[in-house]
């Protein structure tokens, strides 16, 4: 399984950024992807996911009504679209797969990550 993630940026407090993760490798929908960030001296932190099946989403509390996570199954590609981004939201994300659904929790795939900064 290979992932690669891209649309990190420089935005100002406020903007937007679409961030895209493209998979491959894997057989049928019976997978999820996550977007995961870690920002410099701090833990990593799981972002959204979403179930590439049955489309179910999940999202931190800190980006509920800012993020939307969703899928192009055609195109094995997941977005992240981050409006009203604040300098919290500055980080390295990263996307990953989980065979299985999002609550499985099993991400033993990782993309590479792309940087998002945001000044205030």
């Known amino acids: 399984v290979q992932l690669q993630a891209s649309g990190g940026g420089l935005v100002q407090a406020g903007g937007s950024l679409r961030l895209s993760c493209v998979v491959s490798?894997?057989?049928?929908?019976?997978?999820?992807i996550g977007w995961y960030r870690q920002a410099p001296g701090k833990e990593r932190e799981g972002v959204s996911c979403?179930?590439?099946?049955?489309?179910?989403?999940y999202y931190a509390d800190s980006v509920k009504g800012r993020f939307t996570i969703s899928s192009d199954n055609a195109k094995n590609t997941v977005y992240l679209q981050m409006n009203k981004l604040k300098p919290e939201d500055t980080a390295v994300y990263y996307c990953?797969?989980?065979?299985?659904?999002?609550?499985?929790?099993?991400?033993?795939?990782w993309g590479q990550g792309t940087q998002v900064t945001v000044s205030s």
């Open positions: 979403i179930g590439m099946d049955d489309g179910s989403t």
């Open positions: 990953a797969a989980s065979r299985g659904s999002c609550l499985g929790n099993n991400f033993d795939s």
């Open positions: 490798g894997f057989t049928g929908d019976n997978y999820a």
